[in-house]
């Protein structure tokens, strides 16, 4: 069966610091990947997705940075993280060339 | 814009009711339309999912309905109960050569009292 990690399962970082979050998937070959962050209370805003090693979609312009070194590792970095970066983040991953996309267990940032 | 929108924000429902939430979506190339089930602090669980080609469709309690005409569909949960809380997400997407790309509600919190 596939399983997703996410880690750090939370984190508190200061304005101003780097961010590294990472993401892999066991037991399925060439997945796509997405991130998508949560604001408390609200939906989830896709950010990034991956359909190969290498190979980085944006959604959304912004202070983040995604990368994907490895077919089932996803990496979300952040240079100067701004306050505005807080949230709920979540990988995901799907079959190629099928709908269903699954959830990690997501990495709650706090920014102070 | 692709938009996804999902009403109501919140319900409450005594248990064995059947609490609906609604979702409605603009962009007519959509062709996928699943919906979430999201406890605090952990990530969603895809539930239930539906193509347009079909008009409802049953997983155990859950139901959705799909209006293709007016653009809506909905999700029941027949016999409700107390573990059913959550919040829920709608969403639509469509296949792309890139990949699925999923377009979200902002969610309704379900409280199923007892």
């Known amino acids: 069966s596939q399983t997703i990690h996410q880690w750090p399962a939370t984190l508190v970082q200061p304005v101003g610091s780097p961010l590294s979050l990472e993401c892999t998937v066991e037991?399925?070959?060439?997945?796509?990947l997405y991130w998508y962050r949560q604001a408390a209370g609200r939906g989830l805003q896709l950010l990034f997705y991956?359909?190969?090693?290498?190979?980085i979609s944006s959604e959304v312009p912004q202070n983040l940075s995604a990368s994907r070194p490895q077919d089932r590792q996803f990496i979300l970095s952040s240079k100067k993280l701004l306050l505005s970066d807080s949230g709920f983040y979540l990988c995901?991953?799907?079959?190629?060339?099928?709908?269903?996309?699954?959830f990690g267990p997501g990495t709650r940032l706090t920014v102070t | 814009q692709q938009q996804v929108k999902q009403s109501p924000q919140s319900l409450i429902v005594q248990k064995g009711g059947i609490p609906i939430i609604n979702c409605a979506y603009e962009?007519?190339?959509?062709?996928?339309f699943p919906w979430y089930q999201q406890f605090p602090g952990k990530g969603p669980a895809l539930l239930i999912a539906?193509?347009?080609?079909?008009s409802e469709k049953k997983e155990g309690r859950f139901t959705i309905s799909f209006n293709k005409s007016a653009k809506q569909f909905s999700l029941h949960i027949m016999d409700s109960q107390p573990g059913d809380s959550a919040t829920y997400f709608c969403?639509?997407?469509?296949?792309?050569?890139?990949?699925?790309?999923?377009?979200f509600g902002e969610g309704t919190q379900l409280t199923v009292n007892p």
């Open positions: 037991g399925t070959s060439n997945p796509n």
């Open positions: 539906i193509r347009p080609d079909v």
């Open positions: 969403a639509a997407s469509t296949q792309e050569t890139s990949g699925s790309r999923l377009t």
């Open positions: 991956s359909v190969g090693i290498g190979q």
């Open positions: 995901a991953w799907s079959r190629q060339g099928t709908y269903e996309q699954y």
């Open positions: 962009n007519t190339a959509f062709d996928y």
